[in-house]
C-alpha cells in the first residue's frame, strides 16, 4: 500500500513539474543517493527525468522507477517499471541519447544508489 502512494506522489510531482514550463522554472534539486529504504532518488539521464526508491524485501531491493521526458510539460510521458534486485545487483537505465543510470541495491538493501560500474572491481578476478 505504502508503495502505491509513493509512486503517486512521484507521478503527482511529474505532473506538477510538467504544469510548468521548464525553460521559466528550475527543475527540483537532484537527490543522487544513497537512499535509505521508500527514500527517493531524483536525477537525469540525457534527455529523460527518473524518480527511483526501493522497499526492502528481505535482502533484496522493491525497485520503482519513473522514468519521463523532461521536455513534455503535460507529463504524459511517464512511464514506470517495478523489478526485484538482490543486493549488490545493478540495474542500467538507457536513454535515448546513449547516456546510462546505474542503480545498485546495497547489501542486505540497506540502500540505492547511482554506481559508475566501470569504477567497480571483480571479487576474485585474477590479478
Do not use: W
Request: charged residues 15%.
Amino acid at each position: 500500500m505504502f508503495a502505491l502512494s509513493k509512486i503517486a506522489r512521484c507521478a503527482t510531482t511529474i505532473v506538477v513539474l510538467g504544469g510548468f514550463s521548464l525553460t521559466a522554472y528550475a527543475e527540483p534539486p537532484q537527490q543522487l543517493g544513497p537512499v535509505g529504504p521508500n527514500d527517493t532518488i531524483f536525477t537525469t539521464v540525457g534527455s529523460k527525468g527518473v524518480f527511483a526508491f526501493y522497499e526492502p524485501d528481505g535482502t533484496r531491493c522493491g525497485l520503482h522507477v519513473v522514468v519521463y521526458s523532461r521536455a513534455d510539460e503535460s507529463g504524459a510521458s511517464a512511464a514506470g517499471f517495478r523489478v526485484s534486485m538482490n543486493a549488490r545487483q545493478i540495474v542500467s537505465i538507457d536513454s535515448p541519447d546513449h547516456e546510462t543510470l546505474n542503480l545498485q541495491c546495497g547489501d542486505y538493501a540497506e540502500t540505492l544508489r547511482i554506481v559508475d560500474p566501470s569504477t567497480l572491481v571483480a571479487a576474485g578476478a585474477a590479478q
